[in-house]
């Protein structure tokens, strides 16, 4: 640490209030939305928010283009993107730790186990636990009239024999996939070979639009043939969400990498400076572990 | 950056600078505290005699949640936010902090979120009255319309939060002069650096929370329904998994200013400096594995209900600590009295009744009586305005003379210690013997034999409520009019890098490290 002496502390900037503004925009223009007002306010301030990340980026970009980032302000830059990830994790973590506590206690509970003795007998008499929840509680006491009704299929593992055919097999081998070839992307850009990284990490780009094609024609499947929505009771609510914010990651994770693929072109990289790009691949690789998760604990083990 | 601040009201707005985003977040935190304590005046007005006298029940909802909304995520986590701008980049010889943009967009996110919270009050349907806890159903089947306005809130404070918890421990981990190792960090920046830990794993789960909310409100979800399978209690589960942690969020930062000022004024350094880490980190890992002792009574498995018990009573050990060493650094020490060290020594006393009473609620049996009771609201009061708000107005009288170059008026500043002393005292005392006898908290109106207590309690709030303006006179009337001060340690007992620098301290410091021996 002793030889940085010249710390970047950038002059006044407007791009910040910008952001806070539309992210203030968002956040009034979300809440009227949602409860059938118009959509008007959360464009606008989708809209500030986008050009001022775009204004912003560029500007980071050029400042380490120009030299002005020392070492030392880089190693922040590390620090803010690691720890960003691990506020990602968390998110996360509440997700599939509610999945949890519902398949394992408090639908349980629900049937009459333990503690749920007298919920069940006087609520919710006749109710059985079991995941996928096709039944709920709501079905079970109210029939036809039930407000929450399970699916008519769910998305678990449907026997060797049509292994092949199962969409989240295949989300798997290219979402796996695309965590290798990022890493070969890595690995050339560390040797100062651009055309491999560039070839490299444009297939990294195509697989991660491939899963969410995939991803995209599974929920069309499921709305239209399976009988399973967001509103299908627990199981719908949490596979859905589930994947649904995961499948957002991804698609934040390609604009970021398809973002680094076109600095590539432009020769932003090479092998001493690549954060940027490192960044995002952190980032990629993330959603690659969180997905191993979801397909373990949402598809297999269900 | 050699020169000074920008003229007019863009200096603010655009600004880049700690010291001005310190004082952003200090002035902004303020605002909130007043906000927030006039909710509260309107609900001791309320309940000063039972029956109902001023406002109505939905409205006294409305300002229980609002109080306990702006007051916890208003004015106490932001003023230590500004205590960290300010103060850690001059206690480890840093030139600012990490990452000065994203510094200034942690703060000014911060208006955008209340104001959009605040409006709610003026809008159809009036502000969230389901509790600052937010507990479903009430807060999704039976809440107003005007929660999703408070979701949104919520998740754009979130995002603040999280980015300045990034900024401070990069700013912590990256920035140290040289020679400055971990264990050798002043105490506040330790305890800075394990809040921001906290901060970065606790607000991502409170804005799962919200969305989890926002989807059974809008979409149909089925999170907290048990029609579909979900779990109200979920809701709680999430809730205090961020909660129990939030209020050591809002502590740490607190044990660190007193650290710093009991030292100063003992003329002794710090008793047992490395236990004051080891406690701390011990106190914010064991602020993850015991949130449900906040939910005793929602029908766990005895086995649940023992294990956070015991858990919870842990937590005691490391506090015990911090307290012991305290009062070891004032042992022989020779003390003086000013205005800072007086809600210091108020600090350690009162926190440690809060820490007692807290020990009693942690008791799973016990805490079937005191449940929802007025003597929860005792015990957390001690905590969070005893322990967090007296800590923040002694960092307030101990540095502003650094910041400003001017002495506050210490026998005004005496006064105004006193009243909020007794003040607080009057207010928040008789509360434990409510709850005990069988008040419960949030209600707008109470059975005739609890009216004495809560008499008392209101003129206490009024007293307590009136010190706070008197605080604010003083704060303007030093930096207008205050006796100029110029030596770089203004107490001559205090230690470390921030007071090598000129008083007042320049625009910008340290641009080049300083060497820590």
């Known amino acids: ?302 | 950056m050699a020169h000074g601040p920008a003229k007019g009201i863009g200096r603010w707005l655009f600004t880049t600078n700690h010291k001005d985003i310190g004082t952003l977040y200090l002035w902004f935190s303020f605002a909130m505290f007043l906000l927030g304590g006039s909710f509260a005046m309107i609900i001791r007005a309320e309940l000063f005699e039972p029956g109902m006298q001023i406002i109505r029940p939905e409205f006294f909802n409305q300002m229980t949640t609002m109080h306990g909304l702006v007051m916890v995520f208003g004015a106490i986590m932001p003023a230590f936010v500004g205590l960290a701008n300010w103060m850690i980049p001059m206690m480890i010889g840093a030139p600012d902090m990490a990452l000065p943009r994203m510094n200034n967009l942690s703060f000014w996110i911060l208006p955008f979120a209340f104001a959009l919270m605040a409006s709610t009050l003026f809008m159809e349907g009036g502000a969230p009255n389901f509790g600052w806890t937010f507990y479903a159903p009430l807060s999704t089947t039976y809440a107003p319309d005007t929660v999703n306005f408070f979701i949104f809130a919520v998740h754009i404070m979130g995002a603040s939060s999280i980015m300045g918890s990034i900024n401070i421990i990069a700013t912590v981990l990256n920035m140290r002069a040289p020679g400055m190792t971990l264990m050798k960090m002043p105490m506040f920046v330790w305890t800075w650096l394990i809040t921001a830990f906290l901060l970065i794993a606790v607000m991502p789960v409170l804005a799962g929370a919200v969305t989890m909310m926002l989807m059974d409100i809008n979409f149909g979800t089925s999170f907290f329904d048990a029609a579909g399978g979900g779990d109200p209690v979920l809701f709680q589960h999430v809730f205090w998994f961020f909660g129990h942690p939030e209020v050591y969020i809002i502590i740490l930062p607190a044990f660190g200013v007193i650290s710093h000022i009991i030292p100063t004024f003992s003329r002794k350094p710090l008793f047992g400096y490395s236990s004051m880490v080891y406690a701390t980190a011990s106190i914010a890992f064991l602020s993850f594995i015991v949130w449900a002792h906040h939910m005793f009574l929602v029908g766990m498995p005895i086995g649940g209900e023992l294990y956070f018990m015991y858990a919870t009573m842990l937590i005691a050990i490391p506090t015990a600590a911090k307290v012991f060493n305290w009062i070891s650094t004032m042992f022989r020490g020779s003390m003086t009295f000013e205005t800072p060290m007086l809600f210091a020594i108020a600090f350690v006393i009162l926190f440690t009744i809060g820490g007692f009473t807290g020990v009693m609620v942690a008791i799973a049996p016990a805490d079937v009586q005191y449940h929802d009771s007025y003597f929860v609201v005792a015990h957390f009061h001690y905590v969070m305005v005893a322990g967090a708000v007296f800590s923040g107005t002694a960092a307030v009288y101990y540095w502003l003379p650094k910041w400003c170059g001017r002495m506050y008026d210490e026998s005004m500043a005496k006064v105004q210690f006193w009243v909020s002393f007794v003040g607080f005292n009057v207010t928040f005392f008789p509360q434990h013997f409510l709850g005990l006898a069988g008040m419960p908290r949030r209600y707008a109106d109470y059975a005739l034999q609890f009216s004495d207590w809560n008499m008392v309690s209101s003129i206490g709030a009024f007293m307590y409520g009136a010190s706070q303006l008197l605080f604010l006179f003083i704060v303007i009337r030093t930096i207008r009019s205050g006796t100029p001060v110029s030596e770089p340690k203004v107490w001559e007992g205090a230690e470390g890098l921030e007071w090598t620098l000129a008083t007042p301290v320049p625009y910008h410091t340290f641009s080049t490290p300083p060497e820590v021996k």
């Open chain 1, 1 to 302: 640490m002793s030889t940085e002496s010249s710390y970047h502390v950038p002059e006044q900037s407007r791009l910040p209030i910008f952001a806070a503004t539309g992210l203030g925009l968002i956040a009034y223009g979300a809440g009227s939305w949602v409860q059938g007002g118009s959509a008007m306010f959360f464009l606008a301030g989708a809209l500030v928010l986008a050009f001022t990340l775009y204004a912003w980026f560029s500007l980071v970009i050029k400042e380490n283009m120009a030299g002005m980032n020392s070492a030392q302000l880089k190693r922040s830059y590390v620090w803010g993107m690691g720890w960003f990830i691990f506020s990602e994790v968390m998110f996360f973590a509440v997700f599939f730790g509610s999945l949890y506590y519902v398949r394992n206690l408090a639908l349980p509970w629900l049937s009459g186990e333990g503690v749920g003795e007298s919920t069940n007998a006087l609520l919710w008499d006749g109710f059985e636990a079991a995941w996928p929840l096709m039944t709920t509680p709501d079905m079970v006491v109210n029939g036809e009239a039930a407000q929450f009704k399970g699916p008519d299929q769910n998305m678990s593992f449907p026997g060797w024999d049509k292994l092949f055919s199962w969409l989240p097999l295949w989300n798997t081998i290219v979402l796996m996939t695309s965590s290798f070839t990022v890493h070969i992307a890595h690995t050339a850009i560390k040797n100062n070979n651009r055309g491999k990284f560039n070839l490299w990490l444009g297939i990294t780009v195509a697989l991660g639009a491939i899963f969410l094609v995939l991803q995209a024609e599974e929920y069309i499947h499921a709305y239209q043939h399976m009988g399973l929505t967001l509103e299908s009771g627990i199981y719908g609510t949490t596979f859905f969400m589930l994947t649904g914010f995961h499948g957002a990651h991804v698609t934040m994770g390609t604009i970021m990498l398809l973002i680094q693929f076109l600095r590539g072109l432009k020769g932003h990289f090479n092998s001493e400076d690549q954060f940027g790009f490192e960044a995002a691949s952190w980032y990629w690789h993330f959603v690659d572990v969180v997905w191993v998760g979801l397909f373990i604990f949402v598809y297999v083990l269900a």
